[in-house]
Each structure stands twice: as C-alpha cells, then as structure tokens.
C-alpha cells in the first residue's frame, strides 16, 4: 500500500480509535508529511487560528516515514507520542496537564497505560539498530559545509 496522505490520515483514526478512544477532539487535526529529519519523528503544532473557532491542530510526520522499508509500528509509535502530547494538553483544547511536554517520561507512561508498550520497546530497537544505517543510504549527510558568521567584538 502506498504510503500518502490518506493512508497517513486514516493511521492517525486507527491509533485515535484504539489508544485514545477517551480523548475527545474538540478542533480540527490533520496530520501531514513534514521536512525529512534526521532526529525529527514526528511534531505537534498549532495551526492556523479562525475567529470563533478553536485553534487547529497539526501532527506532522517524517516524510522519510513514507518507505516501506520503515515498518509500520515505528510510524504507529510516532503518532501515538505526538497523540500523547495532544492528550495532555500541549497543542490542543484538552486542559495541560504537565509543565512541559516530556516531563518525567510522561510520553512513555502514557503510552504504556495505553496498550502501546509493545509497539514502544520495538519502535526503539528497530531505530536503534536500523535509524542510522537507514540514514546513510537515503538521506546522507551534504559534503556542503555551512557558512560561518564572523563575529567581530570590539572592545
């Protein structure tokens, strides 16, 4: 199955629907392909802001998400930890929760307390021993080397 906007879309439904089915969504979320990243999984943001309606939501996922060769419960466990952050407020109409996003682990537990541990511990052992590699073929590092400011101080 090709690994577009629907089918990115209807993976948010699925892990909404058995994860977080008691988490109510109040304003618009859309979940879209971002910018490739190398550390980036996935991003939760406000978005664009209409008079008399709630601010809406957007989950952006790495685009580098869309080969195949990434499995599937790598990109589950990225839309639960961006779902994650949503529940507890950041980014969404639901009452926060905690003074910052990852504060004590909060992502993880949460995800735990919701049948997500498995999907979790294999999610980190395939970015682990893979993310790396996978990199290096698909999206290697520019030789180009940035420009430096030159910063001068006077005294």
């Known amino acids: 199955m090709i690994r577009d906007n629907d089918w990115l879309f209807t993976k948010l439904d699925e892990v909404w629907d058995n994860f977080f089915p008691d988490i109510p969504q109040d304003n618009e979320v859309k979940i879209i392909w971002g910018r490739k990243a190398r550390n980036r999984l996935g991003s939760i943001k406000q978005g ?70 498995k999907v979790l511990k294999l999610q980190k052992k395939w970015l682990k021993e893979n993310w790396e590699d996978y990199l290096k073929e698909t999206f290697p590092r520019s030789n180009r080397r940035r420009k430096r400011r030159v910063i001068i101080k006077w005294f």
């Open 48 to 117: 664009k802001v209409i008079k008399g309606a709630l601010p809406e939501t957007i989950i952006t996922i790495n685009p580098l998400f869309k080969d195949q060769n990434i499995p599937e419960y790598v990109i589950i466990g990225t839309i639960g930890h961006e779902l994650a952050h949503y529940a507890h407020g950041f980014h969404s109409p639901l009452k926060r929760k905690f003074e910052t996003p990852h504060a004590g682990g909060v992502v993880n537990k949460e995800l735990k307390s919701r049948g997500l541990e």
